[in-house]
């Protein structure tokens, strides 16, 4: 048996002033074939799931190129079609294969493609013909598209919000496709559309107790596996809305009936399934009436990870604000802020201008007397199984508040942002990140509890307040319940 592999990925927020060009892939993680690391990130774990099937089964496989960048605004057409052909070109030359296993986002936008995925996919089955299985890893946060269905045999997206089975999943798809590559199974997708908008978190309820119920049903009853597209907001492509995908042993009726009856379930809790939203005086406020330290927010719609710039100002001001509150907020993006601290050096007093510079909707920029308290020529923070660079870091000191300021855009995955450049949290009261809820598993074994924040914006977070000219419709909440 012959297997390819190969990634590429980003999330694209249509709303962000961010371009992508094909330099963004190759500074994050451009690994050419057999050069990718041991370990996985968050959408290339389909190169590491087959790795140690083939070590077990004994296949061949071929390693193509496996590419990510930072999510922000759209792709340039260049970016997109050279590294597509480059995959392309690889499973060519790879041919005979019995399987092409993908690790893919989902939500990829490039200029005069609205669906990478779909196309690429829709190219590879071009390539290698009906009979080789086709396998796709996908973000929850994916727009599912009738063209992705179309060219794949298989899809399986990540579970869990925060996403900590990215390889877990990754397993999964590359069992079932090898499975269906020795005819032990003849996978049948399915997939009801809600037409809405409607995502939810796992690290609460009802999501938990949700997800856990979908991997007790998988492997029986003839269902391979169950997968829930969240959708991505921040996108004005036709296909955005949260889809509900089951896969069936074989044709099934009952397979159709258990994807709608899902998403209608997800449709009818109250309030959806993610945490409320505080504004930034009721926040403090509120982590102010908890016992014990630190209380951290998590600032959902300034987050890198939803393709903005992660230098809001906001929550800075807010804080500079309670100058009594012992408090630290990072990663904030500002690599010229970082170098002139870096130049300074720790221990020097300066005066700096940092952040509020991507877009108007990051607020003014801050303008203060700071101590540089500590450096790092390269600030590697952990994820899951993968480690995060954000590059050349600085942490500066502005009376009780630290903040962290990073020359790479990246969520703030975990404490070590944090205390790698001496910051203690146990001594903070407040500790803000950038984050919409990745941080999570991370942060929960450290933090007197985790609320979240609705600082305005850039993220596009009023659906009512952006203008679609390419989404289906109709869409709820935008119009009147299309799926009743």
Known sequence: MRVFAASLATETNTFSPL???????EEALYCPPGTHPDTPTLCSAPMIAPREA??????????GT????????????HAYESLRDEILDQIRAALPLDVVLFGLHGSMVAVG???????????ARAI??????????????CHLTDQMVEAADVIVAFKEFPHTDFLARARDLTDLCLRTARGEVAPVMQVYDSRSLSGFMTSREPGRSFVDRLMAMEGKDGILSISIAHGFTAADVYDMGMKVLVISDGPSDAAAALAEDLAREILAWPGGGSAPLLKPEPAIEAALAVEGQPVVLADRWDNPGGGVAG???????????????????????DPIAVSFCRAAGPGAEIDLRFCGKAASTSGPPIDARVT???????????FEQSLVSLGPAAAITIGNLDVVLASTRAQTFSPEAFTKLGIDLSKKKIVVVKSSNHFFA???????????LNTGGPYPYDIFKQTFTKLRRPFAPLDPKPWT
């Open 442 to 452: 991370a942060f929960r074994p450290v933090a007197a509890e985790i609320l979240y």
């Open 19 to 25: 371009y992508v060009g094909r330099e963004a892939f």
């Open 311 to 333: 230098d809001a100002t906001v929550m800075v001001t807010a804080l500079l604000g309670r100058p009594d509150i012992p408090s630290a907020i990072g990663a904030m993006w």
């Open 372 to 382: 540089v308290r500590a450096t790092s020529d390269d600030l590697i923070i952990p």
């Open 128 to 141: 290698v013909g009906e009979d080789c299985v086709i396998g796709a890893e996908l973000d929850m946060h």
């Open 113 to 123: 493609y609205d669906d990478c995925e779909g196309d690429l996919m829709a190219s």
């Open 66 to 77: 496996a590419t990510w960048a930072e999510p922000a605004g759209p792709v340039s057409r």
């Open 54 to 63: 083939a070590v077990r089964d004994g296949f061949t496989l071929i390693e």
